[in-house]
C-alpha cells in the first residue's frame, strides 16, 4: 500500500529558513525559492488578521506599505516564532510546489536546527502537518548540508560543515552518519546586516533598511580583504536632517564592519575543533 500511494504523490523536502524557504520535490529539484515573509492586515487593538501576501510578493511590500499591513517572519533564530503564520506560509508554498493535484498529500521531510528543543522541533511537525504533509519527518540540518554538500558522512573520519544562514550558523563534526559535535549559533546572515546598519549610522550619519544592508553585504562584503577594494554607491537617509543621502563605501570598511560577528564563527569553530577527538582528524 505504501508504494501504492508513494506513485499518486511526491516526497518533498523543506528548508524552512530565517530568511528564505526552500522546497525540493523528488524528481523535480527546486520548485519553490522564496523569502519567508508574510504580509498581514493589522486589525483594531493591533491583531494580525488576514493573510494578504507570502513570499516574495510579501517581501516586497516591506516598507512600502500602510501601517495597517505588516510584514511577518514566521521564523526567529532558525525556529518558529508565529505557528500560525508559518502554517500559512507553508501551505502557500505547498501549493506553489503543486502538490494539490494528486491523489494522496505529500511526505515531508523538514529541516530543523542543530540543538533546538523538543517543543520546537514540534513545531516545525505540526506546522508541516497542518499545512498539508501525509507524513513529517524532521532531519538535523547540520547532516542535511553535509549530505547535499556530498561529503563523505558515512565514512569513519571527520566531515565539518559550516552552514551561515540567516538566523543561526550551524557547526558540526560527522562521522559514520551521525554528529560527533556541534553547535548551533545565533549569529549569522541577519546579525552581519544588523552590523552594516550600525557601522554606517555610528561612521557617517546614515540610516538604511535591512534590504540594503544585505544587498551591501552581498556585493561588497568579506571576511578576508580583497587585494583589490571593491566600492559601491549607498543610498540612504541622512541621521540629522532626514534628507535622502548617498556615499561611497569601500569592502575593506565593510570587511571591518563584519569583523565581530564573523570573529563569533570563527571562535566557536575553533571550540569545535578543540572537542573533537583527534582520531576524527586524520
Not at 62 to 80: D, E, F, Q, Y
Not at 143 to 152: E, I, M, R, S, T
Not at 162 to 173: K, L, M, P, Q, S
Amino acid at each position: 500500500m505504501g508504494n501504492a500511494i508513494r506513485g499518486f504523490s511526491k516526497d518533498l523536502a523543506i528548508d524552512l529558513g530565517t530568511c528564505n524557504t526552500i522546497v525540493v520535490m523528488e524528481g523535480q529539484g527546486v520548485v519553490v525559492n522564496e523569502p519567508s515573509v508574510v504580509a498581514v492586515q493589522r486589525g483594531h487593538g493591533g491583531q494580525l488578521g488576514a493573510v494578504l501576501a507570502v513570499g516574495q510578493e510579501a517581501s516586497d511590500m516591506v516598507g512600502r506599505t500602510p501601517s495597517n499591513i505588516v510584514a511577518v517572519r514566521p521564523l526567529r533564530g532558525g525556529v518558529i516564532s508565529d505557528f500560525r503564520m508559518c502554517e500559512e506560509m507553508l501551505r502557500h508554498f505547498l501549493s506553489m510546489a503543486n502538490t494539490g493535484g494528486g491523489f494522496f498529500k505529500p511526505r515531508i521531510l523538514a529541516c530543523v536546527p542543530h540543538g533546538v528543543t523538543e517543543v520546537e522541533k514540534r513545531a516545525v511537525y505540526e506546522s508541516a502537518r497542518a499545512a498539508g504533509g501525509r507524513e513529517v519527518y524532521l532531519l538535523s540540518e547540520p547532516l542535511a548540508a553535509a549530505l547535499g554538500a556530498g561529503l563523505p558522512v558515512m565514512d569513519p573520519t571527520g566531515s565539518m560543515i559550516i552552514d551561515i544562514g540567516g538566523g543561526t550558523t550551524e557547526i558540526a563534526v560527522i562521522s559514520m552518519g551521525a554528529i560527533v559535535k556541534a553547535t548551533s549559533l545565533k549569529v549569522a546572515g541577519d546579525q552581519m546586516d544588523t552590523a552594516i546598519v550600525a557601522h554606517l549610522k555610528d561612521a557617517h550619519g546614515m540610516i538604511i533598511g535591512e534590504k540594503t544592508a544585505e544587498h551591501i553585504k552581498r556585493e561588497i562584503g568579506c571576511a578576508i580583504p580583497h587585494e583589490k577594494p571593491i566600492t559601491a554607491t549607498i543610498k540612504g537617509r541622512d541621521i540629522a536632517t532626514g534628507v535622502p543621502k548617498q556615499i561611497s563605501i569601500s569592502s575593506v570598511e565593510i570587511g571591518q564592519a563584519l569583523a565581530a560577528p564573523i570573529r563569533q564563527i570563527l571562535q566557536s569553530i575553533q571550540r569545535i575543533m578543540a572537542a573533537t577527538p583527534p582520531e576524527l582528524s586524520g
